[in-house]
């Protein structure tokens, strides 16, 4: 019988960082357990001992040998820890906190593609799709880039600072967005603000689950995850039935009630149980000398880079091709974020049998061949069973990287910081990918080279992975990894 070392989350990655600061929570909770003289046991719903992180070849042995310094945790957080409800409705409460917080932050960025459209025509017409497309991508940024400096603060207690300070941050930003004229303007508030407030509060969302569940965590990300979907389905559809009745401006704002609403609930009903003790570093220097932690970095890099294309141009695709009205055409981003709420909860399932990392495998496989099938989408049905099918298999690369990094750690002291370090240099790609797909979009191949190149760029993703696997396992077609 094996000691729980911790238990993995899958996350909205929608990167993706968020697990740093959930698994700084719970290593320390569960290193405290395995130093003790009575070892604490969990068991999943079919009665089987351990976590994912158990059956991974090195991910936890090192961490379990070699545990954090007993004084780093206290006898009371132990004790905290243990007693974890793993249920109930205190716990489940917290986990619809945390899906208002997704839906309002990676829902908001899910949901640029329509603010893509309607800026390309008015707003900012004076404009390319590549330079309005440079809104979202530094919003996407900086949604992660903040976020790694957001857990350490969220370790040292200031859980309420964060949420009360990102929500009110991020609702200015769509407050002052509806205001905007000039392309600067827009930048500023909704590229920037947003981002800034937002990235305030995706760790915070994820990070509390783990003292709330242990062997349920993983449905509970998911769930929350999925809250990022919902909002990409919602948000676009609140736009384009409001904007021709009451202009732009309007319809922002009440996009931006929207979020003061669901955020004040989430600030009234969140709650820390216990303030993690283990402090994380931002910076691990062996890191560089780990080849599969190296080779998977870029993976998300590229993943990044590459499966948001057509989140930003589906819906303009469709109109531009003819194959849908205006007034029709923009429901494919909604139909894209539906799909992807099943891609968000079904893979962690599948994970958590036969390793992450063979799950992400065949979901980037699916997701090059249908990037490169976009280009050929000529009809109705074609265009629905696309962005469907580009939702559910694109949907992985959010909740599957924080497992799979788990997996290549060869101490889990050391996951937080792994994951911060590799999200914060794999986030340049949600910086890059979707401008470069929208310049490509001024080029005579136009959609065919925007498809092309983001089928292209998941390629790349798709060699790095085979790569990192090998890296770790070789050839063991059969490693739980």
């Not at 707003?123 to 976020?147: C, D, H, P, R, T």
């Not at 910081?417 to 240099?425: A, E, L, P």
């Not at 396992?473 to 059969?478: A, F, I, P, S, T």
């Amino acid at each position: 019988m094996t000691p729980v070392v911790s238990k993995t989350t899958s996350l909205e990655l929608e990167p993706v960082l968020s697990a740093t600061r959930s698994l700084g929570g719970v290593c320390n909770g569960s290193s405290s357990a395995n130093t003790s003289r009575n070892h604490h046991y969990a068991t999943d719903d079919d009665g089987n001992e351990g976590s994912i992180l158990q059956r991974m070849p090195s991910a936890g042995l090192e961490f379990a040998n070699n545990p954090p310094p007993d004084e780093d945790a206290t006898e009371a957080e132990k004790s905290v820890f243990d007693s974890a409800p793993n249920g109930g409705l205190g716990a489940w409460i917290q986990v619809s906190g945390s899906v208002f917080i997704y839906f309002n932050s990676w829902g908001i960025i899910n949901s640029f593609g329509v603010f893509e459209s309607y800026y390309s025509i008015n707003g900012l017409s004076n404009k390319s799709e590549s330079q309005i497309a440079w809104i979202g991508s530094i919003q996407a940024f900086l949604l992660v880039l903040v976020s790694v400096f957001s857990g350490p603060i969220f370790d040292r207690g200031y859980f309420r600072s964060l949420l009360i300070f990102g929500s009110v941050v991020s609702v200015f930003g769509m407050m002052m967005t509806s205001l905007c004229t000039e392309y600067w303007q827009t930048m500023l508030a909704q590229g920037i603000v947003v981002g800034i407030g937002t990235g305030c509060l995706f760790i915070p969302a994820i990070a509390i689950l783990a003292q709330y569940f242990t062997t349920r965590l993983v449905f509970a990300n998911g769930l929350v995850a999925a809250g990022s979907s919902l909002g990409g389905v919602i948000y676009p559809i609140i736009f384009h039935r409001l904007e021709p009745r009451i202009g732009f401006a309007w319809t922002t704002r009440v996009i931006a009630f929207i979020m003061l609403v669901t955020y004040a609930y989430a600030l009234s009903v969140m709650r820390i149980r216990y303030t993690p003790k283990f402090k994380r570093a931002l910076w691990d220097q062996t890191a560089f000398s780990d080849v599969p932690f190296v080779l998977f970095t870029f993976v998300v890099f590229f993943v990044f880079a590459g499966a948001y294309v057509p989140y930003y141009y589906a819906q303009s695709y469709a109109e531009s091709q003819g194959i849908f009205s205006e007034n029709v055409s923009f429901y494919m981003l909604s139909i894209l974020n539906a799909g992807s709420i099943f891609g968000r909860i079904i893979p962690n399932f599948i994970a958590d049998k036969v390793g992450p990392l063979n799950v992400m495998f065949p979901f980037t496989v699916l997701t090059m061949i249908d990037a490169f099938c976009w280009m050929a989408v000529s009809s109705p049905a074609g265009m629905v069973i696309f962005v469907f099918s580009y939702g559910v298999f694109s949907g992985a690369f959010v909740s599957l990287p924080p497992p799979v990094m788990a997996a290549l750690c060869p101490d889990m002291r050391l996951l937080g910081t792994r994951m911060g370090m590799s999200f914060s240099v794999s986030g340049l790609g949600l910086l890059i990918g979707t401008p470069v797909g929208g310049a490509l979009l001024k080029t005579p191949a136009s959609y065919v080279a925007t498809s092309a190149f983001c089928g292209g760029v998941v390629a790349a993703a798709l060699l790095f992975m085979i790569l990192s696997r090998y890296a770790k396992v070789g050839w063991d077609l059969k490693a739980f990894i």
